[in-house]
């Protein structure tokens, strides 16, 4: 998918959320469980109820590799179904991934390729050779972890590198790569302040910002630091939407809270106008 | 598989060599692809043809993962078929994996329970949280990126953060993680001066060291800075075994290049007496 038609799906819509899909077997419905895959059931349900304040899907590939060949199904499942039937959807694989050339190559056809998703989370530890194989996929996006919204990206993320924390490193680093029109970055909702500083250095590129919600991120002090004027944000909730309530009612339930944070951003997006 | 029982193998087996299951479609012996899994065909036999002269197998993930859920079914076979009939044989998920808290146990759980590998490499960026989940699990082993083998490493890795280069410090800090007797790391064989410094930090941990062979690495430098008492390397060699021919006599010649191997680390074990 191109950037634009995410901005302008985003400016349709009046929504910048991303929906985690980070489903597990443990948390479904215990209605589901007799499905022959609760899986895909219950991602297919929550992609109904949700999509139109949406846009953007992004399941967490470890969540469905725990299940081994049964979980991969739930997963090209899933992915199909999101290409097929709401094809406006930016898909991203929470995948994490980092390795040298040829095998970064192998990643990034497994998901570009084979799974179809739009973009793909890369970890940024192997810098240049590790980074570069995925982004020579045209309209398809490098999401590089730069600032984690965990407690540990305090051990290395933010420590000084020649007198600039690592994150910044990675972000201004990462910007001499081949095709960097094709990269975004993690950047966690927790750290909302950073994104000041993190703006004069990728003042234009995507950011997807998980943390907001469950893990105490706040939206207006992303958007306030953070948003640009073609938005630049995409905020993903996951726990806070998928399993808004665990009773037969979960989807209805999901759509609500989507729907909330979905006004929320409107009023965020009118603030541009 | 405990390290006790890893370190008794190479001393019987007088080897520390590790051979990279990088099976890779393209490359393989053209009569294999009429096989139903041409993939796992290949592992059995350079399984068979080189158990002797290694103590460790190590398929990286990407080149299964490529092929959807046919290549993680080539995956779970050749695991299976490892600690089916060579459980003595140390077995490692290349997968580079990293995420926090709760996600990384799930991939903790992919790889150390659905799969039964006894360790896993893992990217340090994301820090504490999404490493320890990982430590948590006894007897299984935790293989963090250090200083690898690539260009890139220039990138991240060995910049200064605080006045020490950041491999330096993700050795140390990891050090503080909890269960740290379960830790080992990747250091490239490119960078064996390294091993020196590295040494000083980390004086007995087992080593994970790719790049001798192909990628231009010197066994006897890696030996030199590198071994200990209780020997602490594990050196891998791809694509020099497994693609050392690519007619039908593949699986003798990749047994060949597994002994030469091992009778070079021979030579360098004798010198600990």
Redesign the interface.
């Known amino acids: 998918m191109k950037t634009e038609a995410l901005i302008n799906q985003i400016r349709k819509k009046q929504s910048f959320l991303c929906v985690g899909l ?1 489903t597990d077997l443990e948390k479904l419905p215990s209605h589901l469980l007799k499905e022959e895959d609760p899986i895909f059931e219950f991602n297919k349900a929550i992609i109904e109820a949700t999509q139109e304040f949406c846009v953007a899907y992004k399941p ?1 590939i ?2 469905y ?5 049964k979980g ?2 739930s997963l ?1 499942k899933t992915i199909d179904y999101l290409n097929t039937h709401y094809p406006e959807q930016f898909t991203i694989a929470d995948a ?6 040829n ?2 190559t ?2 990034a ?2 998901f570009f390729e ?2 179809n998703f739009d973009s793909i989370t890369i ?9 570069e194989p995925f982004l020579a996929f045209k309209d398809k996006h490098t999401i590089i ?1 730069a600032l ?10 933010t ?4 007198g600039q924390e ?1 994150y910044k ?2 972000l201004s ?1 990462s910007k001499t790569y081949e095709n960097p029109q094709n990269l975004m970055y993690v950047v966690g909702a927790t750290k909302a302040e950073y994104l000041k500083d993190i703006r004069k250095i990728i003042p234009e590129s995507f950011l997807l910002v998980p943390g907001v919600g469950a893990q105490g991120g706040d939206l207006q002090d992303v958007c306030k630091f953070g948003i640009t004027e073609n938005i630049g944000l995409l905020v993903n909730s996951s726990r806070g939407i998928i399993y808004a309530s665990s009773d037969e009612h979960y989807a209805s339930s999901a759509k609500e809270q989507a729907k909330k944070i979905q006004l929320e951003m409107k009023i965020e997006l009118d603030k541009l106008k």
Not at 159 to 162: F, I, N, Q, R, S
């Open positions: 980070d967490n470890a969540f590799e725990a299940y081994g060949i991969w199904k090209e994490k991934r980092g390795d040298i050339g095998t970064s192998r990643y056809k497994a084979e799974l970890a940024p530890y192997m810098g240049k050779d590790s980074v972890l984690t919204s965990n407690v540990g990206a305090f051990d290395f993320q420590k000084k590198v020649d690592l490193m990675v680093t």
